[in-house]
């Protein structure tokens, strides 16, 4: 056969065919050597990623460290208790509408409203969630606890009727408890816990801290929980639960035991901090008994706060602010109106600690440090001024309390009885010595300089939060007050209301033109304590501590060691923050100028019986008068171991307020045994 007569169109469907089989044999290849992959090769990955699907990560608390006392006794620890928990990822697998039938039906069961029981189990941030912490911030994997020391009855019938309450159950969990020794509450000093919000986790991730808390994790918001919120919350252990497809737990995969925190020491004498608050409380209720001449009326005694230092080492032996809460309403979480009683002003803003956060006009327990600027600017021991029972400056009267006179008399009388024109001519002659009526913000001043020598106008850097500066009104801050608030008072002097005051209208008048310039007032106000300057208790303590030991000023401390899970001690070491700017022979002359307020001044009516000989006491009293309010009373004191303050807002003199508080805070620390008072005799005046 020749070539011209193949024909090749017979092979084309057989060729078709060929090609139709290799297609789908290398397609089934593909399949089976894909499949041989996924089962052999990667059956691992394929097999964790099945049981990923198929766990949950819950975290199991770490047992939060103790606080104690110096001597060990027990200020904050932990408890057991029965806790009600409801799972919001069982509740929302629920039909429409039963999800709140269950949580009314528990509502009824526990006692609460059915209104306040869901608000505790929605998602902070979620519409209609209440204000953190009374909502829930934890994952919606973890248990909410609704409830709180449930009764063993309460739990039974919960557990038993679980067709009742899906994602409903009663377990054991581990509260904040505060034993009270000697009935202390020392709640500003310890602070309280609550849930972290999903704000602070996003900074702790941004920053890289270590040791960043868990969604569902409680930490510090006030006090040393605050402060050393990561010693004391260990290390939280982690179970992986097996769950089925509706959500119910089946099994446990894989478990990693928690890590205790760390105990911390503080340097807080239970005893001692029992007897300050109990005399802080009780100078308050009688001031609010006695009568002021002035406002026609009993003093109102709003708020008040006491420190005892250690004056060689700085630490905090106690401290004191009333008003003050318990800080058990906070465990297990806190309602929208428990929290809201905690911020009301009506209740006098329990929150705030007066020790720490309370900035008020220092009055007469000023002038130590005035003496100091007076003896660096030539004035010292031998001078003699006038103690009129006024001081004329410009048109106004500076008047001494009562307006007492004592002729001339030295700076150790002056301290001791408190004469005020004294202090008011020096501040006089070195306000025209640095430029007077000038206005240059500039211009030296030794009153000023002295005071931020003594650690005023700044934290002392106590190991508590929210600390505040306290302020001292100097040239520069007059001048910023007056940029900010100037339109204001001109507006004001300009257009006044009706039922403005004389006083206000005057003052707004002469603040509008030049209120920017440091007047003789102001100098001579500052001198004793009055005016725009505030303090805190804790700074003028940290200053009197200073008194006593020499100069030093140290940075107050509450932690004094640490001890680890494993019972290894680390002490919390003294800081020295600086010396006072002030000689030797200036401290001892300012020092025995003190006794005497105790002895002869302004105090001694307070300590009469007192072992003074025995147990020196220095002290100086305050009465700072506030604008619209009454006086604030002061006294601060030390020995040559501790440092006593006690301010009370709106509550008369230092000595009348104060005094007989303070003496019996001392009887306290040295054990001292009251004097007996005869039958009829009033133990004060």
Not at 5 to 26: C, D, E, G, M, T
Not at 301 to 316: F, L, P, R, W
């Amino acid at each position: 056969m020749s070539f011209d007569s193949f024909n090749p169109a017979p092979l084309k469907p057989r060729l078709r065919l060929f090609v139709i089989q290799v297609l789908v044999f290398s397609l089934m290849f593909t399949l089976l050597a894909r499949l041989w992959y996924m089962q052999v090769m990667s059956s691992d990955d394929y097999s964790q990623a099945a049981t990923q699907n198929r766990t949950r990560e819950v975290l199991v608390p770490a047992p939060r460290g103790t606080i104690v006392d110096a001597a060990g006794r027990t200020l904050v620890g932990n408890r057991v208790s029965l806790v009600i928990t409801v799972d919001r990822s069982v509740l929302a697998k629920l039909p429409d509408g039963q999800q709140q039938v269950v949580l009314a039906r528990l509502a009824k069961v526990l006692g609460q409203k059915p209104k306040d029981l869901t608000a505790r189990t929605m998602l902070c941030g979620e519409p209609g969630a209440s204000k953190p912490p009374a909502c829930w911030n934890g994952t919606p994997y973890q248990p909410i606890p609704v409830a709180k020391d449930v009764s063993e009855q309460v739990a039974i019938e919960v557990m038993e009727r679980r067709e009742d309450f899906p994602g409903v159950a009663a377990e054991s969990q581990t509260l904040r408890a505060y034993p009270a020794p000697y009935k202390v509450n020392a709640a500003h000093i310890l602070g309280y816990l609550s849930p972290i919000t999903t704000n602070e986790l996003d900074e702790l991730d941004k920053a890289g801290q270590d040791s960043v808390p868990h969604r569902s994790d409680l930490v510090g918001r006030a006090g040393v929980e605050r402060t050393y919120d990561q010693l004391l919350r260990g290390t939280p252990g982690v179970k992986n639960v097996i769950v089925d497809a509706v959500g119910y737990t089946t099994g446990l995969k894989s478990q990693t035991a928690p890590v205790p925190g760390s105990t911390l020491m503080t340097s807080i004498d239970a005893r001692i901090q029992a007897s300050v608050e109990a005399q802080l409380r009780g100078a308050i209720m009688t001031a609010r008994k006695q009568y002021d001449k002035i406002t026609h009326r009993n003093y109102v005694a709003d708020s008040g706060a006491a420190v005892v230092m250690d004056t060689k080492t700085g630490q905090i032996v106690a401290m004191a602010s009333y008003p003050s809460y318990d800080p058990g309403v906070w465990v297990g979480g806190i309602s929208q109106r428990e929290l809201d009683a905690l911020y009301s002003t009506k209740a006098g803003t329990p929150l705030v600690s007066r020790a720490i956060q309370g900035q008020l006009a220092p009055g007469s327990t000023f002038k130590p440090i005035t003496t100091a600027a007076s003896f660096a600017n030539g004035y010292g021991p031998k001078t003699r001024l006038d103690c009129s029972s006024y001081f004329e400056v410009g048109d106004r009267r500076f008047k001494n309390y009562e307006s007492a006179s004592y002729g001339m008399i030295g700076f150790d009388q002056a301290l001791a009885i408190s004469c005020d024109t004294f202090f008011y001519r020096i501040a006089y002659a070195l306000w025209l010595k640095e430029g007077g009526n000038s206005g240059d913000i500039t211009a030296a001043d030794p009153m000023v300089q002295m005071a931020k020598g003594f650690g005023l106008g700044k934290p002392t850097g106590i190991d508590l939060p929210g600390e505040v500066s306290g302020r001292i009104a100097d040239r520069k801050w007059k001048k910023e007050y007056y940029d900010a608030q100037k339109d204001y008072y001109c507006k004001l002097a300009d257009n006044p209301p009706a039922g403005t005051s004389a006083f206000l209208k005057q003052f707004s008048r002469e603040f509008c033109v030049d209120g920017y310039r440091y007047r003789a007032g102001d100098a001579v106000n500052f001198a004793i304590g009055q005016g725009d300057t505030t303090i805190t208790p804790l700074q003028l303590a940290t200053a009197y501590s200073a008194l006593s030991n020499g100069g030093k000023l140290w940075e107050p401390r509450v932690a004094k060691a640490v001890i680890g899970p494993n019972g290894k001690i680390r002490p919390v070491p003294p800081k020295l923050a600086g010396r006072l700017p002030v000689p030797a022979s200036t401290l001892r002359y300012i020092d025995r100028s003190l006794k005497e307020t105790a002895k002869t001044g302004t105090a001694a009516w307070k300590f009469t019986g007192f072992p003074l000989d025995q147990i020196p006491i220095r002290a100086k009293t305050g009465t700072a008068e506030v604008y619209g309010k009454q006086t604030t009373s002061w006294m601060a004191s030390y020995t040559d171991r501790y440092a006593v303050v006690m301010m009370i807002s709106q509550a008369g003199t230092g000595s009348g307020a104060s005094g007989t508080a303070v003496r019996h805070i001392y009887e306290t620390l040295y054990n001292v045994k009251p004097p007996v008072t005869p039958p009829g005799k009033k133990a004060d005046r």
